[in-house]
């Protein structure tokens, strides 16, 4: 297809993100696993992460990784880092993975003010560990609702119990999930960072089927990037600025595939996720200028989200089997959020749910060129005001292919 839209420069952010890393990384000082560990062993997370702190004071450089299956059990870590390459030698092959998360379920109704929670299912707790509590907490200033969770600290543990250090400030239901509060992303970035590169891995979340239902969010991605910020005030501090994260398998996620907070001028190109229990692709609060292209997505729960996302492209993907699409919404209350996105020659392909939705406070996004076949439900579903949708192939639908819930919008099928 020939895209003709309004917008149609914001394509040239591939180009522009692929030039910095040929400009820089020639130059640049080479850290090779190869050179010191033969690639029939498998790497510890330790030996990776100094490779990766030597390259981030030497100010920048290259961290290549063997094949094999490396197991990464506290996460790696990416702080003010400038012109970094983490790459493996084949996709494939060179696996980073997360072990199994620590999690159990609440095994009957355990009232505030136990010092010892009946569990089932139980595995990983350790003394000293923090626990992440899924049921009401104590009231949430930002929202003026309890928090979905409460935390607590592990003492002691049983075959059938978890003894904690204090008693409990708020009741728990019976078959409550109770998770390590702390759990690690696979690759977190953080701080100043900036020309980032990650490419040819498998990132593994170590999600298996016979596993509990849970959704880590920010935790237990394959890749967590996020500058400072607040929900109130915006950007707090620099953004995460030029990450690149091209050719990568990634799958088995309890969390997001990819999650990025405030982050600024991303691309996602030719990566293939598969079976994550939250999204697949995240460009979340105050991420601006980010693109999406090339990646095929299958069985996630969200395909793409964007939410308080600006001037973002997601553009010739392919979307199969997952719960919806692409999801844009709002959190934050801040002005001019949630605008000038784009949505276009993406293909979906059985969704459980809506292919395209598009909430409320969102405005003047583009949805253009996509096919959408056999949504569960919807194939568009729109809200917010003023977006424009155009020039979409829509066949199958559970439901109607088109639904316009509030607002007006400039709408030619």
Not at 127 to 135: D, N, P, S, V
Not at 255 to 260: E, Q, S, V, Y
Not at 368 to 389: W, Y
């Amino acid at each position: 297809m020939t895209l003709s839209i309004s917008g149609q420069e914001r394509l040239m952010y591939a180009c522009w993100n692929h030039l910095f890393f040929a400009m820089h990384f020639s130059s640049l000082l080479i850290l090779l696993l190869l050179a010191t560990v033969s690639p029939a062993r498998a790497l510890t997370e330790a030996e990776i992460q100094r490779f990766i702190d030597d390259a981030i004071k030497a100010g920048g450089g290259e961290v290549v990784i063997p094949p094999g299956v490396h197991l990464i059990e506290r996460g790696l870590r990416v702080k003010d880092a400038k012109k970094l390459r983490i790459v493996g030698l084949d996709a494939e092959d060179t696996v980073l993975k997360l072990p199994p998360v620590a999690c159990a379920l609440a095994a009957g109704t355990t009232a505030a003010g136990a010092t010892t929670i009946p569990v089932k299912s139980q595995r990983g707790f350790k003394q000293g560990m923090r626990l992440k509590i899924e049921a009401d907490g104590e009231l949430d200033s930002f929202t003026k609702k309890p928090k979905p969770y409460h935390l607590a600290i592990v003492k002691a543990v049983e075959k059938d119990t978890i003894q904690l250090e204090s008693a409990l400030k708020f009741p728990i239901p019976d078959g409550t999930m109770i998770r390590h509060e702390d759990a690690p992303n696979l690759i977190e970035i953080r701080g100043a960072s900036e020309e980032i590169l990650i490419e040819k891995l498998t990132l593994d979340g170590g999600r298996v089927e016979s596993d509990p239902h849970i959704r880590g969010h920010a935790q237990l991605c394959a890749i967590f990037a996020s500058g400072a910020y607040s929900y109130e005030k915006g950007p707090t501090g620099p953004q995460v600025k030029k990450l690149r994260i091209s050719r990568c398998f990634i799958q088995n996620c309890h969390g997001r595939g990819i999650a990025l907070y405030s982050v600024e001028g991303a691309e996602i190109d030719d990566c293939t996720i598969r079976d994550t229990a939250d999204e697949a692709i995240d460009f979340d609060h105050f991420t601006t200028k980010s693109i999406a292209t090339h990646n095929h997505i299958a069985r996630c729960h969200i395909g793409v989200e964007l939410n308080d996302a600006n001037d973002c492209l997601v553009a010739g993907n392919e979307f199969r089997e997952c719960s919806t699409g692409i999801n844009l919404w709002r959190w934050c209350k801040q002005p001019g959020l949630n605008e000038g996105n784009l949505i276009v020659q993406n293909v979906f392909v059985r969704t459980q749910g809506n292919a395209v939705q598009i909430a409320t406070g969102t405005k003047g996004n583009t949805v253009a060129q996509n096919e959408i076949n056999s949504s569960g439900k919807n194939g568009i579903i729109l809200s917010g005001e003023a977006q424009i949708v155009k020039a979409n192939k829509i066949t199958g639908s559970g439901m109607k292919d088109i639904v316009i819930q509030e607002g007006k919008h400039d709408v030619s099928e």
